[in-house]
């Protein structure tokens, strides 16, 4: 008898039938001999609905009763589905976070879990009960109600699942996996039945929205096994693993992508020491978050040139920032580019199969696709190219390494 | 630097707009110098809306689900009301039941409040805070959430008061303030300044549907004073006293009645003890609740005629076991009415007046309002008359006390 975690999204109990078809498929897990700790979102367009009467009142409310708002959300949920699972003879008890101590810091509306208290949920899994866990919420050491933003549901299952030490933590949403890339573009993606915990990590942190990257973290810090089902559709998902033998013999797992880049480049800064720092401080100081970053010698030897990208909405102010700085560094000129994407194939095969880097290239340049940045790191090559090469350049490179088929 | 309780029920709290005039109305009390606690219900719709919900799923949901549900209508508008408090400048803080410790006993839906710590209450009070509390609901000791059922937010308030031994603890409702009987049978009916505690007992209990019952036990337990005012009016409204000099020297505060009340008699049971509790046993089995009951031997001084009343709903299913009881003890015969009310005369000035039961009998008999039922207590006295004579009854016995002009 394995003890599972099961998380289920806004969409998942939007509605009173899909609370009545979640709680169906709890019923199903624990016929079938589980011990079952079901965690909740609010229903969707809850959220909504309460930030619409906090505005009604002020534009930017306090944090802290915004929290004490937001956490009604979910509150209402657990209700909800623990009546559902008593309505066809499934014995559930419901929990907000506060009362099953879910500690995290005061950090109200993207708290931290620091820690949770299982005892009490592991004394009514014992008592043969369904218990049900409201997801997105805490408390903090002085007892003040605190959220964990948008998305935090997924983070208070992983972290309800280390806590109670689950065999498994299984996240229904409302596709029924992680594909080798996004289905939309390249409908040849294939669901992978197993992913390990890194490339899960490299592929939230590159868009693919499948988990929030928090709980993949949470996960991976705590080795809790992960799995994202389908709350609609019946089958496996698939299984986020710490076995890296586990996985099939694939060397690349799959490829994300990033839209809504941009890229500015400032040409012909005199090199000198620190000018990474000059460059790059006021970005930072004007709280743009940079991802990647690329820097050159020019061919004059005497100056260098540096590539970064940032979020698009963030691309104008940056271009200005940089204009400035180039006028201090008396760099030759600014350029700027809002047309970017960024393609990314992970995989943790990459680490023994040497030659993959080159095989991209060679795919994409045969597509005619103009590489404009590359980064590595040890399971990941990311590449920037232009816009409109992004579902080309995605579907050559699912083909290139015929991710369609299982390794 | 008096410290003040103040509650503001569903209708006072119903929108945005009205939970910003009630914000506007605390800060006012805060800024004449006194300290202020806050105590709200559900907007109202908002627990109708939950309920919605819950019999979606069930017809009867589990009473501990059912009360997780609906605490969450409460601490919807605590956030809300702290967050037009802050808007307007005004420090304030929200805590659920759970929050500040409103320990109940475990009767989901219908809690008993056997506790509150006000430490933590106290300390945001010293700290210049106005302090907003979920009325309605607390935690059992075993952290369960707890409801005190509806119109449960006057005791909380009550109980909050007598927790932080609060000066005074202000009901705001849509009224403004207790009268001597009911405005809309009686146009000339009189807003009492001040009512004793004992009275506005009676009151609440023959009907008068200004504060819940339990709150003003509560408040004479704990000796805690009460004002119900107007949330839409200005105004002193009435003050709930313990001092009977305080009162104005009146005979009579005021005329109570309850209407849907019906009348049920057997005639002729062979007298031997014990013949009380068969004819109620029955009854009080099927959870039926028994108001008046008057005894008499009959004119054959062997046998006697037993009266009693319950509520108009519960008639019908009275009248069946009373037919049943009566074959058992070979009674003569059953009789009922269901269109009777009962009017009651309240005030403890009858402790220290003879003669108010006779005027009170000549004021009915001189409009041919015949007297089905007499019962009697310290401080009030109660009689049945046929329906239809309500209104001029009420009017007659308003003008026979004078309770149109201050004592």
Redesign the interface.
């Known amino acids: 008898m394995s003890l599972i975690v099961q998380k289920y999204g806004g969409t998942s109990v939007g509605s009173?039938e899909r609370?009545?078809a979640v709680a169906a498929k709890v019923k199903q897990t624990r016929d079938a001999g589980h011990r079952v700790v079901v965690v909740v979102s609010a229903m969707s367009g809850e959220t909504d609905r309460?930030l619409g009467?906090?505005h009604?009142?002020?534009t930017r409310?306090?944090p802290?009763?915004?929290d004490?708002?937001l956490?009604?959300g979910e509150?209402?949920t657990?209700?909800?589905m623990?009546?559902?699972l008593?309505?066809i003879d499934c014995p559930a008890?419901?929990y907000?976070g506060?009362?099953v101590r879910v500690r995290t810091d005061s950090a109200h509306n993207k708290a931290r879990i620091t820690n949770i208290d299982g005892g009490?949920v592991q004394a009514d899994l014992d008592a043969g009960q369904v218990v049900v866990v409201a997801g997105f919420q805490g408390i903090d050491e002085h007892?003040n109600?605190t959220t964990l933003g948008r998305g935090g549901s997924d983070t208070s299952a992983v972290a309800m699942a280390a806590a109670l030490k689950a065999d498994e933590c299984q996240i229904y949403t409302d596709v029924d996996g992680v594909y080798t890339t996004d289905p939309r573009i390249e409908p040849k993606a294939r669901r992978l039945p197993r992913i390990t915990f890194e490339e899960m990590l490299e592929m939230a942190s590159l868009g693919s929205k499948v988990l929030q990257i928090r709980a993949v973290e949470f996960a991976g810090k705590y080795r809790v096994p992960l799995r994202v089902l389908s709350s609609f559709a019946e089958g496996e998902g698939t299984l986020i693993t710490f076995e890296e033998d586990d996985v099939e013999e694939a060397k690349i797992a799959g490829i994300a992508f990033a839209k809504d880049e941009a890229k500015l480049t400032i040409l012909g800064v005199p090199d000198q020491p620190g000018v990474a720092h000059k460059i790059l401080g006021p970005i930072s100081d004007a709280n743009i978050e940079v991802d990647m970053i690329v820097q050159n010698i020019a061919a004059d030897a005497k100056t260098t040139d540096f590539t970064f990208t940032v979020h698009r909405n963030d691309y104008a102010r940056a271009l200005e920032l940089l204009q400035a700085t180039a006028q201090t560094l008396s760099a030759r000129e600014v350029h700027g580019d809002e047309r970017i994407v960024k393609v990314s194939l992970v995989g943790v095969g990459m680490r023994s199969h040497a030659g993959i880097a080159s095989r991209m290239f060679e795919a994409l340049a045969r597509e005619g696709i103009n590489i404009r940045m590359i980064s590595t790191s040890e399971i990941k090559i990311s590449v920037v190219i232009d816009e409109k090469y992004l579902e080309l350049g995605v579907r050559a490179l699912h083909d290139a390494f015929d991710l369609a088929h299982a390794g």
């Open positions: 009173i609370i009545q309460l009467l906090a009604g009142i002020q409310p306090s802290r009763e915004l004490v708002l956490a009604t509150q209402v657990i209700a909800l623990a009546m559902a008593e309505a008890r419901s907000t506060a009362q009490r007892g109600i």
